[in-house]
């Protein structure tokens, strides 16, 4: 039960209690230690497995021989990550008590148990109050209310005497005395520190001074044109079709000056003409409107259609809303035909539901307009809104079922309830679920009250208001005896509560960690973390506590 990296078969138990692995023959557990998390990899070549340990309450770890690589004396030390952990000799009594709490961490230490960071870290007072996670291979620095930064070998490259820093793909941004500037990426400023704010938006840098910006060349820390704008136009309008989310261009920017809305390149130059409004439909295209009337432009500054036009689709598809209804259009800006029908529903992998009056039944066309499946259906449900695209969820004479881009049925019309997942779908029947699979098989029989996907390939189901958890063949894992249960294993365990209390079981619903813990946060490497009565617990696999001194603020 130590070590999810081992089979069951190779750990036995001495007469000592002691944990051995057969296969080394060697003692890597003992009662000395108050906690022993499982061995998870600390480095992928050569191969090197740690496993966190407590001995007389301070943390450091041990290897697959158990011989104490990182010696116990640090108050807390994180988990390794490039072959560096975040420790710290000393505890404040602010925050949280946690593992990654930043602002417990003063100091670095490698998989050889050097310390990396000045010395003086560990000492009674430490060098740094706060040393935030690595981002781009360099981390935060506090000392004494001022920011810098440090490399991977512990290096300040970037000295603490900042109000503020954070780090970006190609420079860094500092303020200094109440001003920003930019340093590049050795640390050294590159043109001053002359602006009340700096701000990064997408790939842009802008430089704001009272109530005007400019673009910053972030390789030169200057403007990267004469041009002075009055403010970004962050505003988008709102897709009404669908629930579609456009990341921001990396090539252009809405600006306002005077009045005036336009699109600039990372050069800061103008690249569109001028609009009395401006705003953000998708990733490439932009809702305008001057006194001309409205219009679509695109992300070279081009007017693509002259009418006010929604986007959808992966920016394959349009849409316009008229005074009577919504006509479509398709990347070409042509428009759909579908004057033959009524109720015409949202494109969605190029699909759209439509009625047609006569028949008084619901049918799919493409995007060209074309009914390539027959309307003989009750309602459309879902449409072709799963992810693959390939499948509907229909109703016809009051059932549901699944067909396909053809009409085809892949799941016969015979449920109360489907509802899609990533594999497949959660099917209803007379209160009874089960689970179909996408090619329509039966994997799981509707024998149960509910059924959840989960984020793993396995299914909670529940049983007379108890949740358990099964395999894809049907096949029991974890009994259907607990009031909650959480969405998937973490390092081969799951949370599971009852009455107002958690704990853990196994992917075989063996109890590992008793249920009996008001709350369970934080899980990893064998190591959970529970509150019970305003305190923070440490539980190891072997049910082993130690409650710390230490209470959460």
């Given at each position: 039960?130590?070590?999810?990296?081992?089979?069951?078969?190779?750990?036995?138990?001495?007469?000592?209690?002691?944990?051995?692995?057969?296969?080394?023959?060697?003692?890597?557990?003992?009662?000395?230690?108050?906690?022993?998390?499982?061995?998870?990899?600390?480095?992928?070549?050569?191969?090197?497995?740690?496993?966190?340990?407590?001995?007389?309450?301070?943390?450091?770890?041990?290897?697959?021989?158990?011989?104490?690589?990182?010696?116990?004396?640090?108050?807390?030390?994180?988990?390794?990550?490039?072959?560096?952990?975040?420790?710290?000799?000393?505890?404040?009594?602010?925050?949280?008590?946690?593992?990654?709490?930043?602002?417990?961490?003063?100091?670095?230490?490698?998989?050889?148990?050097?310390?990396?960071?000045?010395?003086?870290?560990?000492?009674?007072?430490?060098?740094?109050?706060?040393?935030?996670?690595?981002?781009?291979?360099?981390?935060?620095?506090?000392?004494?209310?001022?920011?810098?930064?440090?490399?991977?070998?512990?290096?300040?490259?970037?000295?603490?005497?900042?109000?503020?820093?954070?780090?970006?793909?190609?420079?860094?941004?500092?303020?200094?005395?109440?001003?920003?500037?930019?340093?590049?990426?050795?640390?050294?400023?590159?043109?001053?520190?002359?602006?009340?704010?700096?701000?990064?938006?997408?790939?842009?840098?802008?430089?704001?001074?009272?109530?005007?910006?400019?673009?910053?060349?972030?390789?030169?820390?200057?403007?990267?044109?004469?041009?002075?704008?009055?403010?970004?136009?962050?505003?988008?309008?709102?897709?009404?079709?669908?629930?579609?989310?456009?990341?921001?261009?990396?090539?252009?920017?809405?600006?306002?000056?005077?009045?005036?809305?336009?699109?600039?390149?990372?050069?800061?130059?103008?690249?569109?003409?001028?609009?009395?409004?401006?705003?953000?439909?998708?990733?490439?295209?932009?809702?305008?409107?001057?006194?001309?009337?409205?219009?679509?432009?695109?992300?070279?500054?081009?007017?693509?259609?002259?009418?006010?036009?929604?986007?959808?689709?992966?920016?394959?598809?349009?849409?316009?809303?008229?005074?009577?209804?919504?006509?479509?259009?398709?990347?070409?800006?042509?428009?759909?035909?579908?004057?033959?029908?009524?109720?015409?529903?949202?494109?969605?992998?190029?699909?759209?539901?439509?009625?047609?009056?006569?028949?008084?039944?619901?049918?799919?066309?493409?995007?060209?307009?074309?009914?390539?499946?027959?309307?003989?259906?009750?309602?459309?449900?879902?449409g072709f809104a799963m992810e693959d695209g390939r499948s509907a969820i229909v109703r016809m004479n009051s059932k549901k079922g699944v067909i396909n881009r053809k009409g085809e049925v892949i799941i016969p019309f015979l449920y109360d309830e489907l509802y899609g997942s990533r594999n497949g779908y959660l099917a209803y029947l007379n209160r009874k679920a089960g689970f179909i699979d996408l090619k329509g098989s039966i994997i799981v029989p509707l024998l149960y009250d509910n059924i959840e996907t989960r984020y793993d390939s396995f299914l909670?189901?529940?049983?007379?208001?108890?949740?358990?958890?099964?395999?894809?063949?049907?096949?029991?894992?974890?009994?259907?005896?607990?009031?909650?249960?959480?969405?998937?294993?973490?390092?081969?365990?799951?949370?599971?509560?009852?009455?107002?209390?958690?704990?853990?079981v196994n992917a075989k619903g063996q109890v590992i960690i008793p249920v009996k813990y008001e709350e369970i946060y934080s899980y990893r490497h064998g190591i959970v973390q529970a509150n019970e009565q305003d305190r923070i617990m440490y539980i190891d696999l072997f049910g082993n506590e130690y409650l710390t001194k230490f209470k959460q603020e």
């Amino acid at each position: 039960m130590l070590s999810f990296s081992y089979a069951q078969k190779d750990l036995v138990t001495d007469q000592f209690g002691n944990i051995l692995d057969t296969r080394f023959s060697k003692t890597f557990y003992s009662k000395n230690y108050q906690i022993v998390g499982s061995f998870y990899t600390v480095q992928d070549s050569p191969l090197i497995k740690y496993a966190k340990i407590l001995k007389a309450g301070k943390w450091g770890y041990i290897n697959l021989k158990g011989e104490e690589v990182i010696k116990p004396r640090f108050e807390i030390i994180d988990d390794f990550k490039d072959g560096l952990a975040r420790a710290s000799k000393e505890v404040f009594s602010r925050g949280d008590y946690d593992f990654v709490n930043a602002s417990l961490i003063t100091g670095l230490v490698n998989l050889n148990d050097s310390i990396i960071t000045s010395p003086k870290c560990f000492n009674e007072v430490p060098l740094y109050d706060e040393l935030e996670a690595f981002y781009l291979n360099v981390a935060i620095v506090r000392c004494k209310g001022k920011y810098g930064l440090i490399n991977k070998k512990g290096i300040e490259f970037v000295p603490a005497i900042y109000d503020a820093i954070y780090v970006t793909k190609s420079c860094y941004v500092a303020a200094l005395n109440g001003k920003w500037g930019l340093l590049d990426t050795t640390g050294i400023p590159l043109a001053g520190f002359l602006y009340d704010q700096i701000r990064p938006y997408s790939e842009f840098m802008l430089g704001y001074n009272k109530k005007t910006f400019v673009i910053l060349n972030q390789l030169t820390g200057k403007p990267a044109s004469s041009l002075v704008f009055d403010d970004v136009n962050l505003n988008d309008f709102n897709n009404t079709l669908g629930f579609y989310s456009f990341p921001l261009s990396k090539i252009v920017l809405a600006v306002k000056q005077n009045d005036n809305y336009f699109l600039v390149n990372r050069k800061g130059v103008r690249i569109s003409a001028m609009y009395k409004s401006l705003y953000r439909r998708s990733t490439r295209y932009f809702a305008v409107k001057d006194s001309s009337g409205e219009g679509l432009i695109n992300d070279k500054g081009e007017l693509v259609i002259k009418m006010n036009v929604g986007v959808f689709e992966n920016e394959r598809m349009f849409y316009v809303n008229t005074a009577n209804d919504i006509k479509y259009l398709n990347e070409k800006f042509k428009e759909i035909p579908t004057s033959d029908y009524s109720d015409v529903g949202n494109f969605n992998n190029g699909m759209a539901s439509v009625y047609l009056p006569g028949k008084k039944k619901f049918g799919f066309i493409d995007s060209t307009g074309r009914l390539c499946v027959p309307a003989i259906y009750d309602h459309p449900e879902s449409g072709f809104a799963m992810e693959d695209g390939r499948s509907a969820i229909v109703r016809m004479n009051s059932k549901k079922g699944v067909i396909n881009r053809k009409g085809e049925v892949i799941i016969p019309f015979l449920y109360d309830e489907l509802y899609g997942s990533r594999n497949g779908y959660l099917a209803y029947l007379n209160r009874k679920a089960g689970f179909i699979d996408l090619k329509g098989s039966i994997i799981v029989p509707l024998l149960y009250d509910n059924i959840e996907t989960r984020y793993d390939s396995f299914l909670n189901v529940q049983v007379n208001g108890k949740w358990g958890v099964i395999n894809n063949l049907n096949k029991l894992m974890v009994p259907t005896i607990y009031d909650k249960i959480a969405n998937a294993f973490i390092d081969g365990l799951l949370a599971v509560k009852n009455n107002g209390r958690w704990g853990f079981v196994n992917a075989k619903g063996q109890v590992i960690i008793p249920v009996k813990y008001e709350e369970i946060y934080s899980y990893r490497h064998g190591i959970v973390q529970a509150n019970e009565q305003d305190r923070i617990m440490y539980i190891d696999l072997f049910g082993n506590e130690y409650l710390t001194k230490f209470k959460q603020e």
